[in-house]
């Protein structure tokens, strides 16, 4: 594979930057953020890791990057979208690595959310020739597979000259990933398991449009969640792989797949999903603790001076301590840390595709 730009990747670069993850055994981090400190810290693991990563939001991350003091709340998914997107095109070239901007999980009530950021993706589109967003994803998977697909192929023809790419869900991931989700057992239900079949026709009506890639659910979940009531099958991956090679005459693993939920996964089940064609894995549940638990420690290791800017007992300043760039700098180096672990997970340590 070629070397790239570091910065933001799309089109043709994402698809070979994909391609590269499967000729190599690797998938890539896909972290959900919040705000600039998540953010950076993202992009400081990829760094530090030398490893290319996508950075993504959910409606309601890009919604809190506007502000929850925004009075339209729509708006404010839009906007804020726009802004962590342009935040990440200003300062990810000089992190030195290959950055993937994606939009996590939009169920159909969250289209008009999609809607806005095409809209200010096509404007972006032709002010800078390239796209705001590498990909956008659609999760309709707890409708009907044809209003599913019919819908995701409506959407892919939209950004498709934008150079993007679509990410869809096929099957029921368990959980709730900010509003979007299931509350399905998770003990051995069918809807946690992806058809095959059903991976075959979305193949056959979408890869004539464009690119795109597919969430397939393996009983997988998202959040954390008490050992033994998930049983993950990667081996339903691997069996769509091969209906659809067998059916169109491809190479092996035609299909680019993403691991939903993979926080709390087990290391052995990554390994054997990697091997059938994983590309991404998705991780929230475990940033987010990583980050509060680091800024939790921190307060409690001087828990005065978050009580007093003054110690009333010594006349002590705290002002160095209760300086919000501490502790939340102690929330982003958790992140990195939690990340440093995702990346050796997932081989990609070390197999960044951007020029040093």
Not at 193 to 218: K, M, R
Request: charged share 20%; hydrophobic share 35%; with cysteine.
């Amino acid at each position: 594979m070629s070397k790239m730009k570091p910065g933001v990747v799309y089109g043709a670069k994402y698809q070979e930057l994909l391609q590269s993850c499967k000729d190599g055994g690797y998938a890539l981090p896909a972290v959900n953020v919040v705000g600039s400190n998540s953010i950076n810290a993202v992009m400081e693991a990829a760094a530090n890791n030398s490893s290319d990563i996508i950075i993504q939001l959910s409606n309601g991350g890009a919604q809190f990057m506007a502000g929850q003091g925004m009075a339209d709340g729509d708006t404010a998914k839009v906007v804020g979208g726009v802004a962590a997107a342009n935040h990440v095109h200003l300062l990810a070239e000089y992190y030195g690595v290959c950055v993937v901007l994606h939009t996590d999980h939009a169920n159909r009530k969250l289209l008009p959310w999609i809607d806005g950021l095409i809209e200010a993706g096509a404007a972006y589109y032709k002010e800078n020739k390239r796209p705001l967003y590498s990909s956008h994803m659609l999760d309709l998977s707890e409708e009907a597979l044809e209003d599913n697909l019919s819908t995701c192929a409506e959407y892919l023809k939209k950004i498709v000259p934008l150079e993007m790419s679509l990410e869809i869900e096929l099957g029921v991931t368990g959980g709730e990933e900010d509003g979007v989700g299931s509350d399905e057992d998770l003990h051995d239900n069918p809807k946690l398991y992806t058809q095959p079949d059903d991976v075959l026709q979305a193949y056959e009506l979408l890869s004539p449009i464009g690119h795109f890639s597919v969430a397939a659910s393996f009983g997988n979940v998202h959040g954390v969640y008490k050992p033994g009531n998930v049983h993950l099958r990667p081996e339903i991956l691997k069996n769509s792989q091969e209906l659809v090679a067998k059916t169109h005459g491809t190479g092996a693993n035609p299909l680019d797949l993403v691991f939903h939920g993979g926080s709390g996964s087990e290391k052995a089940k990554i390994e054997e999903a990697i091997g059938y064609g994983v590309i991404k894995m998705n991780i929230d549940t475990d940033t987010q603790f990583a980050f509060a638990s680091a800024v939790g420690a921190y307060v409690e290791k001087t828990p005065r001076a978050f009580s007093y800017q003054i110690d009333p007992d010594d006349d002590k300043p705290y002002k160095s301590v209760y300086d919000p760039r501490k502790w939340l700098r102690q929330g982003e180096l958790s992140v990195v840390e939690r990340l440093n672990e995702a990346c050796a997970d997932l081989h990609s340590t070390g197999k960044s595709l951007a020029k040093g």
